[in-house]
């Protein structure tokens, strides 16, 4: 009986396993503001496609019963989902916690294990980064468009703010997406070797420096500390020699860049030095977002075990806030109208947990993060030791996670763009817990 042949591993016919997590990322391209073309039911088609790489996964491990999680990844992805359950059965209203538990287990548990599983080899991390890119430019370009025909998003009076397909309800998203996208490309340029790739290391290059423009016009303050961030990491994790260089040549683009705002150089000088005076003379988004994390604060020291609860932020917010806290935020321009959007969280990751889920939940959530970058550093560095072909995938892992680490300091989940944070996740625990003959492999 003939063999059968299977797809080489280079070829797309190989790599349909991909095609959910490909939309999943794609498919944030999507106007958000277009709800008819944007969402199925309401749910963000990149949602859904997420939940088809879920669904696909399903199916391999029951009737293929391929690629099952190793203990560690078990444990590590694992962990959470029992903490979530036990601050969804323990909140102050369960029927209300239903929803912050469905979509965290998205987030953090099912997203990132299906990343894990349908990521067979380097070769499908690159492509899966790179749609991070391909996306990270389309919204960049849009965003761009916006700072220079004046139909972004309100700021400081003029409708100048870069915020991509997202709108000003998400003025994060653009910038988040962009983040990642820079950091993905920077990983395959900084890779050792690259210099004799030619081509593909210069359109990385020409990439990553590209979207620094975008990402300096969204004026997000935490957008731009965690990719300094990722990228410091990822530059210290090359090597001393080019590090050097690569410090270097930043420098001067960013001399380049800068200068040649023009008008635009002088809001740019006054947010980034708003960066060091947030507690001499912060402005109204920086009092509010003190306001909040005290109030998150007050909310875990009355339940520090279990937290108050999924989604009960907003209930118990008014009873730990002082009355200094004001009503909510106003948004507008990229084609909406005024609108004053509610506080709905603390802008800080770590004290949504703390607040929401207690000590247990926020033990095994922020441990599963902290042992992805450890286990990511640890594994890179051995690569790098060994020469190993897929040591820009290690980069590009750990400068993700590293970004997303440092942005939950100033940021939470929310948005279309939340599914993303699923993705690099995802990304990090495949370096960082696969087995090895993946993670090495060219």
């Known amino acids: 009986m003939p063999a059968v042949r299977r797809p080489a591993p280079g070829t797309w016919r190989g790599r349909w396993h ?3 997590l490909l939309a ?8 958000a503001g277009d709800t008819e073309a944007g969402a199925v039911y309401g749910v963000p088609l990149a949602d859904v496609a997420s939940g088809v790489a879920v669904l696909v996964c399903v199916g391999r491990l029951l009737f293929l019963r391929r ?12 962990l959470p989902a029992v903490g979530l359950a036990l601050a969804t059965v323990t909140a102050t209203d369960p029927v209300a916690a239903l929803p912050g538990f469905v979509r965290y287990l998205q987030v953090f548990v099912l997203v990132p294990a299906a990343v894990l599983l349908l990521v067979r080899d380097a070769a499908d991390f690159r492509i899966l980064t790179g749609a991070l890119v391909l996306l990270a430019l ?4 849009t965003g761009v468009h916006q700072y220079v025909t004046g139909s972004g998003a309100s700021y400081m009076g003029e409708e100048i703010r870069a915020v991509g397909t997202f709108g000003p309800g998400d003025v994060m998203g653009m910038a988040t997406v962009v983040g990642y996208g ?5 990983a395959y340029a900084f ?7 030619g081509r593909r290391v210069a359109c990385a290059l020409g990439a990553a420096a590209a979207l620094v423009v975008p990402l300096t016009l969204s004026f997000s303050r935490g957008a731009w500390i965690a990719t300094a961030a990722g990228a410091a990491a990822m530059i210290a994790l090359t090597g001393a020699r080019q590090a050097l260089r690569t410090l270097a040549v930043l420098a001067a683009v960013s001399v380049v860049l800068v200068g040649g705002f023009g008008v635009g150089s002088q809001m740019l000088s006054q947010r980034l030095t708003s960066i060091t005076e947030v507690t001499s003379a912060p402005d109204r988004s920086v009092t509010d977002r003190y306001t909040m994390w005290a109030a998150a604060a007050g909310m875990w020291r009355e339940r520090p075990v279990t937290g108050v609860g999924l989604k009960a932020f907003p209930a118990h917010r ?19 109208e005024f609108v004053r959007q509610p506080l ?14 207690g000590l247990v939940g926020f033990t095994a959530l922020v441990g599963g993060w902290a042992a992805l970058l450890v286990g990511g550093v640890c594994r890179l560095v051995r690569s790098r030791a060994r020469r190993a072909a897929a040591v820009d995938c290690g980069l590009a892992a750990v400068g993700l996670t590293v970004w997303q680490c440092v942005d939950f300091l100033y940021a939470d989940i929310g948005g279309p763009s939340t599914v993303l944070t699923g993705v690099v996740l995802g990304l990090a625990a495949w370096w960082a817990l696969a087995a090895p003959e993946r993670t090495t492999a060219a």
Request: net charge negative.
């Open 67 to 78: 690629r099952p999680l190793t203990p560690a990844a078990a444990l590590v992805l694992g």
């Open 182 to 186: 820079l950091l993905a490309a920077a």
């Open 24 to 31: 999943a990322v794609l498919l944030l391209a999507v106007p």
């Open 18 to 20: 991909l095609l959910p």
């Open 191 to 197: 890779r050792p070797g690259a210099a004799r790739s």
């Open 344 to 357: 709905l969280s603390p802008h800080n990751m770590y004290l949504l947990v703390l607040g929401e889920q």
């Open 138 to 141: 389309v919204q960049g370009a």
């Open 318 to 336: 008014d009873g730990h806030a002082s009355i200094g806290l004001s009503a909510g935020s106003d948004t507008e321009g990229a084609g909406q």
